[in-house]
């Protein structure tokens, strides 16, 4: 029995597009001399009841551990400590001649992630990481981190209703200010996504002086918008992007995550191989 609830038809399909794009990896980096490396920083348990109580998956942790062919060590972060407590027995118990190349980190995916980066000699190594947060835990300052290694594959679960719900209509965004920020890196979001009121202010008509009618400001954000945004904020950081990430929507249509793929290997043919499986994928599955 898992502690871990979550999700509806989206989860599975974004488990199955991780998996598939994990097994065409190793196969594409079987006969390399890297040393291949397995990077989950929002582990979970390895097993999944999703909301509806409708199913059991098999989560990325167990996946990854059950896929054919082998990484030489598999890293895994979780912060809370039953779950990754749950991880660690379900390694022992289903995998325990993987045992020795696994650890299982307690603690923030964004610290750990950093010591995990540092502890590697990425000359050697090749990566895959996947970000799977339920929300906005991933600090555009791991992203970078990850992408300094130029040895990184990476899927990340984008939470995009998230930054929806923090970018009010009104541009009264004052508190979530920091947050979106660190989500994003910078603080270009501000002019990209809202714009002054065309309406006439009270200023404007005179009935007011200047500083009691601040700027007023619209939000001018549709989700193909935020897309794009995000896509090109990625691309300042990473060689290399999907422009094809997947939205996955709630069932009242509503869209809940982009599942974004981007890869820090700034050879020409990497990229170029990984891109075409990934967007097969993207756009296929
Ligand atoms: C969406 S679930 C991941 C599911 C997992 N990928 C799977 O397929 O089973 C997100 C997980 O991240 C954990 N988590 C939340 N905040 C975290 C943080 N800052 N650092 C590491 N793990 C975190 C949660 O406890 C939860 O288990």
């Not at 422009?243 to 869209?255: G, V």
Request: aromatic letters at 14%; one cysteine or more.
């Amino acid at each position: 029995m898992t502690s871990q609830k979550f999700g509806g038809d989206w989860t599975a399909k974004k488990l199955n597009f991780f998996t598939s794009y994990l097994d065409a990896y190793l196969i594409a980096l079987q006969n390399q001399k890297f040393k291949k490396i397995y990077i989950d920083a929002f582990a979970g348990t390895g097993e999944i009841e999703t909301s509806d109580g409708e199913a059991y998956l098999a989560g990325s942790a167990k996946r990854a551990l059950s896929a054919e062919r082998r990484f030489d060590h598999y890293y895994f972060i979780e912060s809370d400590e039953s779950k990754a407590s749950e991880l660690e027995h379900m390694i022992d118990t289903e995998f325990p001649h993987l045992k020795r190349f696994t650890t299982v980190y307690r603690g923030d995916a964004n610290e750990k992630l950093g010591k995990i980066i540092n502890d590697i000699d990425w000359r050697f190594s090749r990566g895959l990481l996947f970000l799977d947060p339920y929300a906005t835990q991933v600090d555009w300052a791991t992203l970078e981190c990850v992408a300094v290694t130029k040895s990184i594959d990476v899927w990340y679960l984008f939470p995009f209703s998230a930054l929806n719900r923090m970018l009010p209509k009104n541009g009264k965004y004052g508190s979530w200010e920091n947050t979106i920020d660190r989500l994003l890196g910078d603080n270009s979001w501000r002019t990209e996504f809202y714009k002054k009121d065309p309406q006439v202010s009270l200023f404007d008509l005179g009935l007011v002086d200047g500083d009691e009618d601040e700027e007023r400001l619209v939000k001018d954000a549709s989700p193909e918008h935020i897309k794009e945004y995000l896509i090109s904020r990625l691309k300042t950081i990473f060689p290399c992007v999907s422009n094809n990430p997947r939205i996955f929507k709630n069932s009242k249509n509503s869209p809940m995550f982009l599942f974004c793929f981007a890869i820090s290997n700034e050879s020409v043919a990497a990229q170029r191989l990984a891109l075409r499986i990934a967007d097969h994928i993207l756009k296929n599955k």
